[in-house]
Nanobody, 115 residues
């Protein structure tokens, strides 16, 4: 059974940092592309960052230079390091695993950026 479990969310002040983790099980993690999405209240879910199975990355323009996605295939985990957080980064962050037509999602973790 596939599981994606996000952790690391919470409340942080503007300018602060958080590191999200997504622990995967139930599939061959190393061959899947992984991504982080987010959804703010009243808005559509949007792609934040993506990493291929080979480690190539791309980012939404709004987070370039502030967020870093990485993966550890030995630990079946993908990370999102978020620095210089802004109030507009407030959202539920979701982990996504992609391979062809296969698309698995985690349950999400709340990130709130507020003073």
């Amino acid at each position: 059974q596939v599981h994606l479990v996000e952790s690391g969310g919470g409340l942080v002040q503007p300018g602060g940092s958080l590191r999200l983790s997504c622990a995967a099980s139930g599939f061959i993690f190393s061959i899947y592309a992984m991504a982080w999405y987010r959804q703010a209240p009243g808005k559509q879910r949007e792609l934040v960052a993506h990493i291929t199975n080979k480690g190539n990355t791309n980012y939404a323009d709004s987070v370039k230079g502030r967020f870093t996605i990485s993966r550890d295939n030995d630990k079946n985990t993908v990370y999102l390091q978020m620095n210089s957080l802004k109030p507009e980064d407030t959202a539920v962050y979701y982990c996504d695993a992609q391979l062809g037509s296969r698309d698995y999602w985690g349950q999400g973790t709340q990130v709130t950026v507020s003073s």
